[in-house]
């Protein structure tokens, strides 16, 4: 056989690239969709779709599998998208992925900065080809709830339900153990229910998965916070392993005078209110409304991104988000070769319906108004000076910038420090590493305290939700071995073995 036909037996359409460029599904126009809080991206024609998948080059080294945190193996998916196989689709992405329809909306896709055609063309759209896989897979009833054959009659209690305590849940529950996940919120989710807006993420998404997790036999207990209303001892000794899956959710403060003012919040605060009204449910304490005030979003990540869209949807007079650091480049440098994952400048849905970006700006104060009510930020230029390897290492503020800026609102969007220690970590008393997180290694995953174990940003600190996914499945393999000896859970690193093989 010539290599020519060998390469069109493995690929769907070998030339592909060379044929088709990058495209993305369209989506809502912004003056639009900031009447609403649904999801506005349209799902791809099926010659579009097809077209996008073609583009896989199913280059001799993937490197797409060392960018994506679950290792998914993304050409062979590609080419069964290509054939229109979709079961052959979804086995494959399910084999790494519990929940491709949250990976699909609301990951940054590292995967497509690791993408080979990323050299030199935009790389493949692989985030919203697995989107498509799931969607249609559930659309053809090809989703269906797995049980297990048989029991081990262990029981393990998984302690927060964000995606780290899903992924674990899910894998966990495959292994034939039986699993509770307790959930101090009222609903199932975490994150994904009140940490993402319903623009992004709809919760009937999570409900959907949440539904299927419990016809497989995964019990959730919310309303159920461990430490305060129910008792560490307790869960010590009635069930056979404990996973701490609690979440990074103590956020970064910004301690400077003024602080204390009324309108001053927390971006956690400000989008979980939200989400709680998207839904139909009593928020409690007093609202957080952007509704005709002068908005600062101090901070440039996802979450700041999030507080943007969502301030623009309650109808602000203005919209500011502001980062200490200096403005991203346009493209790669020489300082982030593929196939890293490059620090560039990301405009996301939210900036594109509206907001005034600005970057290397600090707040030196807040101002407030004799009624202990926000009025304005006293904000300075800063002046960066780069590290060798380019990065911004140090600043100064530059002379005679400072100025006051009008705002009625400001919400801090600069991150999270570490887990809430007190409550459930106090009374465990388990050990800490120096950030403040639970401290537990990938190798296993056991913290100081036998029998529990800790996965997601509760262990590694503030990250995707792709990671939070990794962390979840990687500690129920170790989970199972530590209960069963071995496990028939398969690692990251193994499926990758096998795929090469």
Known sequence: MQVRDLWRKIMGKPTGFLEFTRELPGKADPRERVGHYNEFVERFPDNKLNQQAARCMNCGVPFCHSGCPLGNVIPEFNDA????????????????????????????????????????????????????????????????AKAPRMRTGKKIAVIGSGPAGLAAAAQLNYAGHTV????????????????????????????????????????????????????TNDLLREYNAIVLAGGSTIPRDLPIQGRELKGVHYAMDFLKQQNKRVS??????????????????????????????????????????????????????????????????????????????????????????????LKALRLVDLQWTASADGRPAKFTEVPGSERDVPCELALLA?????????????????ERDERGNVKATEKDYL??????????????????????????????????????????????????QAMAL
């Open 280 to 373: 139909n449910i009593a928020v409690e304490g007093s609202d957080i409304l952007a509704t005709g005030k002068n908005v600062i979003v101090i901070g440039g990540g996802d979450t700041g991104s999030d507080c943007v869209g969502t301030s623009n949807r309650h109808g602000a007079n203005s919209v500011t988000q502001l980062e200490l650091l200096p403005k991203p480049p346009g493209e790669r440098t020489p300082y982030m070769p593929w196939p890293t994952y490059p620090m560039v400048l990301k405009t996301s849905s939210s900036h594109e319906e509206g907001a005034d970006r600005k970057w290397a700006i600090a707040t030196k104060s807040f101002i407030g108004d004799d009624n202990g009510h």
């Open 447 to 496: 913290t100081s305290i036998p029998k529990v174990f800790t996965a997601g940003d509760m262990r590694r600190g503030q990250s995707l939700v792709v990671w939070a996914i990794s962390e979840g499945r990687e500690c129920a393999r170790k989970v199972d071995e530590f209960l069963m000896g071995s496990s028939q859970l398969e690692s990251k690193d193994h499926s990758l």
């Open 180 to 231: 509770t996940v307790f959930e101090r919120d009222d609903a199932p989710g975490g994150l994904l229910r009140y940490g993402i807006p319903d623009f992004k993420l709809e919760k009937w998404v999570v409900d959907r998965r949440v539904k299927l997790m419990e016809e497989e036999g995964v019990v959730f207990q919310c309303n159920a916070n461990v430490g305060v209303n129910v008792s």
């Open 81 to 144: 998208v290509y054939r229109q196989d979709w079961k052959e689709a979804y086995d494959i992405l399910s084999s790494t992925n519990n929940f491709p329809e949250f990976t699909g909306r609301i990951c940054p896709a590292p995967c497509e900065s690791a993408c080979v055609l990323g050299i030199n063309q935009p790389p493949v759209a692989i985030e919203e080809i697995e989107k498509h896989i799931i969607e249609v897979a559930f659309d053809k009833g090809l989703v269906q």
């Open 414 to 430: 600069m991150g999270f420090v570490h887990p809430q220690h007190t409550g459930l970590l106090d009374q465990l008393e388990v």
